[in-house]
């Protein structure tokens, strides 16, 4: 799998690792610190998450075209991480609505400037007749460091905020925050139900509440130190920064040819034996009419996919169980999950991999297996030999996904690398209209385990008790699927874009990619909407809709997208055989 890559690869994988890190240890409580910190609505909370993510996303765009008519992908991409740090180190370290919405577009420009311009380094480095046949395992490699980052940074956000709630002699509890609010706000009075609620829950934090003024006390220190427990988290996002620009600045030798434009090529610059191809003003057009296809298919998916960040994390947050026992306990501890992915990779090389390796698998699975058994019985079974029960947060579920991205890789890589050896592997449109299908079918795990649950407008009036929660099953077997999706389409759309772009609009198409993406993330929001408007299971099904609707367009219209795959792969070969013959 990594063998017949350039080394420049893995350094802006890591690189782009470093960054993600950072960005999904902020994404995975940023919903909640909204909600802890200025008592938003699900409505609110989901219109600002929405705008922020179609920011991020957009504006890729922009730094597509900077890059590609001005600065350079490399002087491009350190600009904006200098920007993301300084707009983390506010959102970190500032007060105010408006020092947090400053923060957020210093983010989102920050972003703008990195991620697209990132991947084209990449996608450049495979115009070389020595690694462009390995264009789309590239990118299933950089896809997956991606999700290495981001399957650290719920536990890491995680950690801190358990930690500060501790010091602070306090527990998270999802149901104080809102209750605060609406005490300080006058919305709860002496002798409400709401107050009663809120004297119990802070009972259970072992405060003694004798009147109303020291309830208020509770209260503001209660959504003070938690709030203030996420922001310590957004400030990791700082350190990750730094750790990333040392990375793409230090080992840039390794990427360095593929750090131009195709002005520079033009000009001589960039890799010697790098692949130039010339398109008529059709085929640009033709290009570009496939791209715009393809985008107009992906805003569905990812305005399914990013709910993750807001209407699946309140679901984890009002209807899931908020304590595990047993094995269990192994996957929601980096304890228990960092083994069990590397007993699942051992076992992976002891039975696709070469002879050689076999050993070295068994052996891997072996020790992990052990590993596994010694943690569950040392930290999840009290010397009484009782199962212990621990309690859970709502934002560790976010490390679902890139855990089974991390897993499931190199299933899919040795799947797609088989179906080509049988000459049966699917275009890459065609996998995209198949993960549409397959995210569909995510949300239909997700709508039976909702069946019956009460309706989010009720649960004020008619909160669920623990035994009415639900198992997390439901949410983790939802990211299972939604994982596969993913597998199908994200990656296989990035290696598409940079394989189908006409050169001169590298930059800009892979912002265009974004930008659907931005679009997606902003519908997002759209959807919070209707979290207390509609029941659980008419959300899902929505996206269910969505998603159904989104394949069959892009079934309909898969004729022409291949036929520019076809025409695109035919030309980059002919490419290849003029800058052989003219070496």
Aim: charged share 15%.
């Amino acid at each position: 799998m990594l063998k017949d890559h350039p080394k420049g690869l893995f350094v802006l994988a890591f690189a782009n690792m470093g960054e993600r890190f950072g960005y999904y240890t902020m994404l995975a409580i940023f919903t909640l610190y909204l909600q802890a910190r200025y008592g938003w609505t699900s409505a609110a909370t989901g219109q600002m998450f929405g705008i922020f993510l179609a920011a991020v996303y957009f504006l890729p765009v922009l730094g597509g075209f900077v890059a590609d008519k001005y600065f350079g992908y490399g002087k491009t991409i350190t600009l904006g991480t200098v920007i993301m740090f300084l707009g983390y180190a506010l959102l970190a370290f500032g007060s105010g609505l408006a020092v947090m919405i400053t923060s957020l577009a210093l983010i989102a420009i920050g972003t703008g400037f990195f991620k697209g311009n990132l991947q084209v380094l990449i996608g450049n480095l495979y115009d070389t007749p020595k690694y462009s046949k390995n264009r789309d395992l590239a990118f299933s490699i950089f896809y997956m460091c991606i999700n290495i980052g981001a399957f650290f940074a719920p536990s890491m956000a995680n950690q801190i905020t358990e930690s500060l709630m501790n010091k602070a002699h306090f527990t998270y509890n999802g149901e104080i925050p809102a209750l605060a609010h609406q005490l300080q706000s006058g919305a709860l009075t002496e002798g409400s139900a709401g107050y009663e609620k809120l004297v119990s829950l802070a009972a259970e934090q072992n405060v003694t509440i004798t009147d109303f003024e020291s309830l208020r006390a509770f209260a503001t220190h209660y959504i003070d130190v938690l709030s203030g427990s996420y922001q310590w988290g957004f400030g990791v996002a700082c350190i990750s920064l730094i750790v990333s620009l040392a990375i793409f600045l230090g080992f840039r030798k390794y990427y360095k040819s593929a750090d131009a434009t195709e002005k520079e090529k033009a000009q001589g610059k960039g890799a010697k034996d790098a692949i130039i191809v010339e398109l008529t003003k059709e085929q640009t057009r033709e290009r570009l009419i496939a791209l715009g296809l393809v985008f107009a298919v992906v805003i569905f998916f990812w305005m399914s996919f990013h709910q993750n960040g807001l209407t699946m994390t309140f679901f984890a947050r009002d209807y899931t169980a908020t304590e595990v026992s047993g094995p269990t306990n192994l996957l929601f501890s980096l304890l228990g999950l960092v083994p069990f992915i590397l007993f699942f990779y051992g076992l992976y090389i002891l039975l696709t991999g070469e002879k050689k390796m076999k050993p070295v698998g068994g052996i891997m699975a072996v020790v992990f297996a052990i590993v596994l058994f010694f943690v569950y019985q040392s930290k999840f079974i009290s010397p009484t030999g009782e199962e212990v029960t621990t309690a859970i947060t709502p934002q560790i579920f976010q490390q679902f996904n890139p855990m089974f991205i991390i897993i499931l890789t190199p299933v899919f890589v040795g799947l797609f690398k088989w179906l080509n050896s049988k000459k049966m592997e699917p275009s890459a449109p065609r996998k995209i209209g198949i993960g549409m299908i397959i995210a569909a079918i995510g949300f239909m795990v997700l709508l039976i385990g909702s069946m019956g649950l009460t309706a989010p407008s009720d649960l004020t009036t008619n909160p669920l008790t623990a035994e009415e929660r639900v198992s997390p099953y439901w949410l983790i077997n939802t990211y299972l699927v939604l994982t596969c999706a993913e597998l199908f389409l994200s990656p296989m759309g990035i290696s598409f874009v940079s394989k189908v772009a006409p050169p001169k609009y590298k930059g800009l198409m892979q912002g265009g990619w974004f930008a659907a993406t931005a679009i997606g993330n902003y519908l997002v929001g759209i959807i919070g909407y209707f979290w207390e408007e509609v029941s659980l299971t008419a959300l899902w099904g929505i996206l269910i809709g969505c998603c159904a609707l989104s394949a069959i367009f892009i079934f309909s219209i898969m004729g022409r997208l291949e036929k520019v795959t076809r025409e695109s792969e035919e030309q980059l070969a002919a490419a290849e055989a003029a800058a052989k013959e003219n070496n």
